[in-house]
T-cell receptor, first 117, second 113 residues
Framework: SAVISQKPSRDICQRGTSLTIQCQVDSQVTMMFWYRQQPGQSLTLIATANQGSEATYESGFVIDKFPISRPNLTFSTLTVSNMSPEDSSIYLCSVEDPSRVGGETQYFGPGTRLLVL | GEDVEQSLFLSVREGDSSVINCTYTDSSSTYLYWYKQEPGAGLQLLTYIFSNMDMKQDQRLTVLLNKKDKHLSLRIADTQTGDSAIYFC?????????????FGQGTTLQVKP
């Protein structure tokens, strides 16, 4: 199956700054997604990263706060802008791997643990 | 609306079976999934079941799906201390949002030696 890596694995940031998280896949995938997991909570989909076009955001998430890039079929970035302590979360990217049976199945990266002070 | 519910905590003794339960609301879900999250780690896909199946077995894992009651369960046979983790069930959303997964709150499994 696809191997997914994320950078950075963790970071501590000051409020008001921005952080860009990278997601790299070792094979071409059609669908890439970004999720947020707030402390002690479940995962919530932020957006679908579309290759060559603007990301599709879920209700409650906006492009100005979470700009996303998807320049090709193996790479995506998520930026958390103008951070506040409420943005402290684990941010995970996931991909659908069409080479696997159950092609809608999503596989997750290791996550980026963000703490905003 | 979309909702996936799980009990928050389960404690078992090593060697016993664990059963983690999940209910969901979206009857148009194509697949239902179980993911495992160990402390400080990302999500590991454990297994999935297609919505037209009622059971799937994979080594120590057995998934049961009751589509009528919208109930999903994960049974872990011979539970080991290494099975201690948070287990999330998830459903694939209906047709309007391709790829969207709705997750439950997660069940923390504690395995006592």
């Amino acid at each position: 199956s696809a191997v997914i890596s994320q950078k950075p694995s963790r970071d501590i940031c000051q409020r008001g700054t921005s952080l860009t998280i990278q997601c790299q896949v070792d094979s071409q995938v059609t669908m890439m997604f970004w999720y947020r997991q707030q402390p002690g909570q479940s995962l919530t989909l932020i957006a679908t990263a579309n290759q060559g076009s603007e990301a599709t955001y879920e209700s409650g998430f906006v492009i100005d706060k979470f700009p996303i890039s998807r320049p090709n079929l193996t790479f995506s970035t998520l930026t958390v802008s103008n951070m506040s302590p409420e943005d402290s979360s684990i941010y995970l990217c996931s991909v659908e791997d069409p080479s696997r049976v159950g092609g809608e199945t999503q596989y997750f990266g290791p996550g980026t643990r963000l703490l905003v002070l | 609306g979309e909702d996936v519910e799980q009990s928050l905590f389960l404690s078992v003794r090593e060697g016993d079976s664990s059963v983690i339960n999940c209910t969901y609301t979206d009857s148009s879900s194509t697949y239902l999934y179980w993911y495992k999250q160990e402390p400080g780690a990302g999500l590991q896909l454990l297994t999935y079941i297609f919505s037209n199946m009622d059971m799937k077995q994979d080594q120590r894992l057995t998934v049961l799906l009751n589509k009528k009651d919208k109930h999903l369960s994960l049974r872990i046979a011979d539970t080991q201390t290494g099975d201690s983790a948070i287990y999330f069930c998830a459903e694939s959303h209906g047709s309007s949002n391709t790829g969207k997964l709705i997750f439950g709150q997660g069940t923390t499994l504690q395995v006592k030696p």
